[in-house]
């Protein structure tokens, strides 16, 4: 079975500085996709980015971006320019389509708050 | 089009009571998914549908809990006889299914209270 690991319970960041959240993730599968989903204070789950193990370019969405690093079964997640509505929940999320399900297993999540 | 639609958003129930939770999925998406999620914690998986048919329900707690999706669209989460350790928020999410690592939607989820 996959597991996905967040370390980070909370974190801080000042209004336009850049914050990195950890991810690591175990699974002895090659092919699989690794997710970011914000959770605001609504308890929405929006989707922030999206990657495919077998791509080895980063993905990059606006101010959102990955460190992917697969041989470590690492998939950190960075925001730069942080602003005030990056406040959230933040989870990391692995996806295992073969043989099952496309069903999505997450971290805990890390606790983001953005000063002013 | 719309979104995913949960209902109700809210449901406060006593000890013992059944409950149905009920999700609507984006029009044409073939995969439904429902997720439990405890406060402060990530979600975890439940069960799924691709169309009509339930492919997996390894998710489910006990037998207390069932899901269906008689015409592939509209589903619903039963829970007979809840316990206050049922209290949580459902999720469902919605996918067009198909190729691998297609992206979820999520719904607002229900927030599910058992006094």
């Known amino acids: 079975a996959q597991t996905v690991t967040q370390s980070q319970p909370e974190m801080s960041v000042q209004e336009a500085e850049t914050v990195t959240l950890s991810c690591t993730y175990d699974?002895?599968?090659?092919?699989?996709?690794l997710f970011w989903y914000k959770q605001p204070p609504s308890r929405q789950m929006i989707l922030v980015i999206r990657?495919?193990?077998?791509?080895?370019q980063n993905a990059t969405e606006n101010r959102f971006s990955v460190n992917f690093q697969k041989a470590a079964k690492s998939f950190s997640l960075k925001i730069s320019d942080s602003q005030l509505g990056d406040t959230a929940m933040y989870f990391c999320a692995f996806m295992y389509p073969l043989n099952a399900g496309n069903m999505l297993t997450f971290g805990g999540g890390t606790r983001l708050m953005v000063k002013p | 089009g719309a979104g995913v639609s949960q209902s109700p958003r809210y449901k406060v129930t006593k000890r013992g009571q059944d409950v149905a939770l009920r999700c609507d999925p984006i029009?044409?998406?073939?995969?439904l998914y429902w997720y439990r999620q405890a406060l402060g914690q990530g979600p975890e998986f439940l069960t799924y549908f691709n169309y009509e048919a339930q492919q997996d329900k390894s998710g489910l707690p006990n037998d207390r809990f069932s899901a269906e999706r008689p015409e592939g669209s509209i589903s619903t989460l039963t829970i007979q006889r809840t316990e206050q350790r049922d209290s949580a928020m459902y999720r469902c999410?919605?996918?067009?299914?198909?190729?691998?690592?297609?992206?979820?939607?999520f719904g607002p989820g229900t927030r599910l209270t058992v006094t």
């Open positions: 029009s044409g998406h073939v995969s």
């Open positions: 699974t002895s599968e090659n092919n699989y996709y």
């Open positions: 990657q495919e193990a077998y791509k080895q």
């Open positions: 999410a919605s996918s067009w299914g198909g190729q691998g690592g297609a992206e979820q939607y």
